[in-house]
T-cell receptor, first 115, second 116 residues
């Protein structure tokens, strides 16, 4: 595809349920990033994948959050036992090789609402 | 301390006029990159312009230019000849050198509303 795609675009869930958010990066991009945008915290880094290297998980807010990237392409962000404070827009981005000066291209985001 | 500071939460600009959005940053890493993104009401983050810490000249991309003052640690975005479609949130972001990982650190954003 032409750009980063994410699904679902919107997700409403009940507190305590698990959710999975999907990201398809730009074809050929080896670096993939997850960010979260919420009213209270602004835009925050969550996790970064680069090729076959161990992911940088330094931004994950708790052990309820996890992510994987299968086959070096599609990534899934999983939130277990969702809480109301998890409500936010989850943005995925990709870049060509993960180098310092590279532009990260963002997807449209998944808007998560936890009731 | 905030790594990226955008002091203007919101501003109005008259159509066809230029507007400057402020961004200051804080890092001790000599190698870093500064980015500006636009986020319209649709929510997608759109890349506008990039400035590397070692770049000698200010970056320009069409109507966007970056006023990079390294000693003052500022990277202000200038939008010339504002258009109604420029109404959006604008985020300044920094990516520090390899040792700090490849994440972007964002400022709080500036909301711009272009008046006809």
């Amino acid at each position: 595809g032409a750009g980063v795609s994410q699904s679902p675009s919107n997700k409403v869930t009940e507190k305590g349920k698990d959710v999975e958010l999907r990201c398809d990066p730009i074809s050929g991009h080896t670096a993939l990033y997850w960010y979260r945008q919420s009213l209270g915290q602004g835009l925050e880094f969550l996790i970064y994948f680069q090729g076959n290297s161990a992911p940088d998980k330094s931004g994950l807010p708790s052990d309820r959050f996890s992510a994987e990237r299968t086959g070096g392409s599609v990534s899934t962000l999983t939130i277990q036992r969702t809480q109301q404070e998890d409500s936010a827009v989850y943005l995925c981005a990709s870049s060509l090789q993960g180098r310092t000066g590279e532009t990260q291209y963002f997807g449209p985001g998944t808007r998560l609402l936890v009731l | 301390a905030q790594k990226i500071t955008q002091t203007q939460p919101g501003m109005f600009v008259q159509e066809k006029e230029a507007v400057t959005l402020d961004c200051t940053y804080d890092t001790s890493d000599p190698s870093y990159g500064l980015f500006w993104y636009k986020q319209p009401s649709s929510g997608e983050m759109i890349f506008l312009i990039y400035q590397g810490s070692y770049d000698q000249q200010n970056a320009t991309e069409g109507r966007y230019s970056l006023n990079f003052q390294k000693a003052r640690k500022s990277a202000n975005l200038v939008i010339s000849a504002s258009q109604l479609g420029d109404s959006a949130m604008y985020f300044c972001a920094m990516r520090e050198g390899r040792a700090a990982g490849n994440k972007l650190t964002f400022g709080g954003g500036t909301r711009v509303l272009v008046k006809p």
